[in-house]
């Protein structure tokens, strides 16, 4: 399975959660990435756009 399919899949099952819990869920993973600038986002983003 590709990253890109794996991606779309969490982002899929997150916004389930965010529909199901009134918690933002999607939201704060978008803070966090945005102000922590994790590897692994970047490794994936390097790995979609290669």
């Known amino acids: ?3 890109r399919t794996q991606i779309l899949i969490y982002l899929a099952l ?3 959660i965010d529909a199901v ?3 933002p ?3 704060m993973i978008l803070i966090m ?3 922590q600038k ?3 986002f970047k ?3 390097e ?3 290669r």
């Open 33 to 35: 990435v945005l102000f």
């Open 21 to 23: 819990i009134p918690i």
């Open 43 to 45: 490794d994936w983003v």
């Open 14 to 16: 997150f916004a389930i």
């Open 38 to 40: 994790p590897a692994w």
């Open 47 to 49: 790995e979609i756009y």
């Open 1 to 3: 399975m590709s990253t």
């Open 25 to 27: 869920v999607t939201a």
